[in-house]
């Protein structure tokens, strides 16, 4: 099944991004053959994961946040890599923050233009990688699981230099709610993310987007998506951010909006299993769309299912799903 750009009634801009054609004859791709120059394959309690090499992506790596920025398409936001390696793990597969080892990406075979939860309010835009379903989620207080920018610069190619510092999340998730309007192709559901409306009134530089429509490959089929950036600027190399000495992160200080709430004190865990606020186990939009009702796993997938927790809620701040 070709990928092609499709141009639609809107004129191509000069922020547009567009649809790279597949290579010739390329049937199926290997995530073993792209993967492994930049990481290791660990066994995760029986579950086969692939780990970046810190080398690589740096020790304050990050899915969805480090070396990469959001292009808006008729699919949802699209989570473009500076990468070369990233059409695989931040379109298929899912993401988690495992105790031992860190970031794991465990292998799927359905796309999407990021495998995300989304939040937004508060003069924030919010995300966080959604996990392996039926798998745990564990939030240590002193590392990001959900990355937050300010509002005017989510759109922008260097969001990572204004995002929230790990000590501030708090502030910015109690100000913010859930996005979940889910977009279904085929068999495949995912969260669209912030309304592109809301985005540009805010946003401190025109929205670059994918041009025309963005046809996926078909669940259970494995082939890179790649784009090309606009015309006469040229894909960025990768940087390896190194964790500061001490902790803390490289955000460009920002002020705080006003209807950020009062701090929250959160408190060390006396070990990494404990999950605190804002501990939300990120929602799996295979099973809740917008009437809350119940859909099925996506297809290939024979992990167990599992219940949304509330952030208040027990399941919640254990970090397990039940």
Request: hydrophobic share 35%; with cysteine.
């Amino acid at each position: 099944m070709a990928l092609a750009g499709v141009l639609v009634a809107r004129p191509v801009s000069a922020q547009d991004w567009t649809v790279a054609p597949p290579p010739e004859g390329e049937v199926q791709a290997s995530f073993d053959d792209t993967l492994s120059p930049y990481g290791d394959w660990v066994d995760v309690n029986g579950t086969r994961a692939w780990r970046p090499s810190a080398s690589v992506v740096g020790e304050d790596f990050q899915p969805y946040a480090t070396n990469g920025q959001w292009l808006y398409s008729d699919s949802g936001w699209y989570f473009q890599s500076d990468y070369p390696w990233g059409w695989a793990p931040f379109h298929y597969g899912r993401w988690a923050l495992d105790p031992n080892y860190g970031w794991i990406w465990v292998p799927g075979d359905v796309w999407a233009p990021a495998w995300v939860d989304w939040r937004m309010g508060g003069g924030y835009v919010g995300w966080a990688p959604l996990p392996p379903i039926g798998w745990s989620v564990v939030v240590q207080p002193w590392r990001p699981y959900w990355c937050f920018v300010p509002g005017p610069y989510f759109a922008a190619p260097n969001f990572w230099a204004y995002r929230v510092p790990v000590e501030r999340v708090h502030y910015a998730y109690a100000a913010t709610a859930p996005v979940h309007e889910v977009v279904v192709n085929q068999n495949s559901r995912w969260y669209r993310g912030p309304g592109l409306a809301n985005v540009e009134r805010v946003s401190s530089q025109p929205v670059a987007r994918v041009a025309g429509t963005l046809v996926p490959p078909a669940p259970g089929r494995v082939q890179p998506v790649t784009l090309q950036p606009p015309r006469g600027t040229a894909l960025r190399t990768p940087a390896v951010n190194r964790a500061p000495a001490g902790g803390g992160s490289h955000s460009a200080p920002h002020p705080v909006p006003h209807s950020t709430p009062p701090p929250v004190h959160v408190p060390r865990p006396p070990s990494p299993h404990g999950s605190y606020f804002p501990a939300s186990p990120p929602s799996h939009p295979e099973r809740v769309g917008a009437t809350h009702g119940s859909f099925a796993a996506p297809h290939g997938s024979s992990a167990r299912s599992a219940p949304v927790a509330h952030p208040s809620s027990r399941a919640a701040h254990s970090g397990r799903f039940r």
